[in-house]
T-cell receptor
Framework: DSGVTQTPKHLITATGQRVTLRCSPR?????VYWYQQSLDQGLQFLIQ???????AKGNILERFSAQQFPDLHSELNLSSLELGDSALYFC????????????FGPGTRLTVL | GESVGLHLPTLSVQEGDNSIINCAYS??????FIWYKQESGKGPQFIID?????DKRQGQRVTVLLNKTVKHLSLQIAATQPGDSAVYFC??????????????FGKGTLLTVNP
């Protein structure tokens, strides 16, 4: 158990819908990262937040957004969902903003029908 | 169009043997590298990391070797056990500058340990 929690574990929705994935980092960690893992693209970095502020951006679509709240939990919002958005979404956390071990949560499996 | 899945390199070893998993990284400026293990249905689990000012680092039963000349990273697992069966990913920090941290993951290697 990494100490990072993610909810929900599974999510099934329809195209065009919007969903919110939630992540609670390890106690004491200030940095949160979101990743997408799919069969054809592998594990892709989406976005990083540190202490409430966006820190780095990766291959995140404009339909996706994220935020980190004062209690340090984070949410990833996915809107106008497409079939191709079906994937595992992982959250990771680390204590510092740079060059620090990232601990991954168990993931949320999103299925778009 | 047809979806093409990742075709993972695979490594099959006997229990008790040593395993070596290789990774070629892309960015000669990468300053930090990590190996992760991912078991089926779980999130990636940290194994070991190494900074670019080192060429070797050892952990418990694992050793990471870094060859910056040829941009190659390897993970050695001693006395491989069935519980080591998983997909192993290398990741490099491809963020530019000291304040930018962005991990880029390799496609992974599937390790199967035969009892």
């Amino acid at each position: 158990d990494s100490g990072v929690t993610q909810t929900p574990k599974h999510l099934i929705t329809a195209t065009g819908q919007r969903v919110t994935l939630r992540c609670s980092p390890r106690s004491g960690d200030l940095s949160v990262y979101w990743y997408q893992q799919s069969l054809d693209q592998g594990l892709q970095f989406l976005i990083q937040y540190y202490n409430g502020e966006e820190r780095a951006k990766g291959n995140i679509l404009e339909r996706f957004s994220a935020q980190q709240f004062p209690d340090l939990h984070s949410e990833l919002n996915l809107s106008s969902l497409e079939l191709g958005d079906s994937a595992l979404y992982f959250c990771a956390s680390s204590a510092r903003a740079v060059l620090d071990t990232q601990y991954f949560g168990p993931g949320t499996r999103l299925t778009v029908l | 169009g047809e979806s093409v899945g990742l075709h993972l390199p695979t490594l099959s070893v006997q229990e008790g043997d040593n395993s070596i998993i290789n990774c070629a990284y892309s960015n000669s400026a990468s300053d930090y590298f990590i190996w992760y293990k991912q078991e089926s249905g779980k999130g990636p689990q940290f194994i070991i990391d190494i900074r670019s000012n080192m060429d070797k680092r050892q952990g418990q039963r694992v050793t990471v070797l870094l060859n910056k000349t040829v941009k190659h990273l390897s993970l050695q697992i001693a006395a491989t056990q069935p519980g080591d069966s998983a997909v192993y990913f290398c990741a490099e920090n491809t963020g530019s500058g000291g304040s930018n941290y962005k991990l880029t993951f390799g496609k992974g290697t599937l390790l199967t340990v035969n009892p």
